[in-house]
C-alpha cells in the first residue's frame, strides 16, 4: 500500500505511525492555506483524510484528479459538503470509507448505546446523559464522537428530542440531552454515556489510552478497501467492523 496521509496532527502522525509498522510506504502532508496540486496524490493507493473540516471536499477533488479512487476519511466538521463529496465520488467510481472515530470499541460502544437507549427508554426513571473528555487543545466541543453518540440515544429514547445547545439560566428542559465536554490535560479520549434513575445508575464507557486504537481502525478500513471493489461513494465504518467480527451485511452494504 501507498498511503498519503493528509494532516499532521496527532491522528494522522498515528496513522503514519500503524502504516511504517507495517512497512507501508507513507507520505504525510501538513494542512496547507491552499490546495494540494492534483500532482501530489500520483500512485497513491490509499488517501487517509485527517485535516480540517475546510479542506475535506478539495483535498478529494484533488486526490481524484491525481487518480486515487480509496479514501478514509476521519476529519469532522465536513458534513455540509457530505452531498457534494459523496457525488463527485459515485462520478470518479471511487469510495471512502468515513467515520467521526475509527476506533472499533467506539464503534461497539455506539452499537451498545442504540440497544440500550432503546430498552431504557421505555423505563421513564432512567435519564440519559453524555460526558466526553479530551485533551486541552482539541477545538471542537462536543466532539464528532460525542455526537454521533448522541444521535443514537436521540433515535432511541423516546423522552429526548434533541441535544443541549450550552449553559442556560433556569432548570434544563426535560426535552433535552444533557452533554458535558471536558477539555483538559492530555486525555486522548473518553467517552461516557450514563442511564440515571432514583435508585442506581447505570454507565457504559471507553477511555482511550492512546491512538493507536484509532489508527488501527483507519488501516483496516484501507485495507476493506483495497481488498476488493466496493460500491463507489461513501461508506460508514460499521461496513468494516462487521467484516472484522465477521457479519454477513443485509443489502450487500459493501
Known sequence: MRGIVLGDGPMGLAVASALRERDEEVVVLGRPATTHPP??????????EFSRGTAVLPNVAAGLAGG??????????????QAEIGALLTQHGASAVVAANFSPGVNMLGRLVTSASRMFGALPAYDPYLVEWHRRGKADRPSGTALELGRRILDGHPAKRRLADGPRDGPPDPDELEVASVRAGASPGMHLVGFDAPGETVELRLTARDRSAYAMGAVAAADWLLRSPRRPGLHPFDCVVDD?????IPGGAR
Open 68 to 81: 486515487c479512487r480509496s479514501f478514509v476519511m476521519g476529519t469532522t466538521a465536513w458534513g455540509v459538503n
Open 39 to 48: 500532482g501530489t496524490f500520483a500512485g497513491a493507493d490509499v488517501v487517509f
Open 244 to 248: 472484522l467480527i465477521g457479519i454477513e
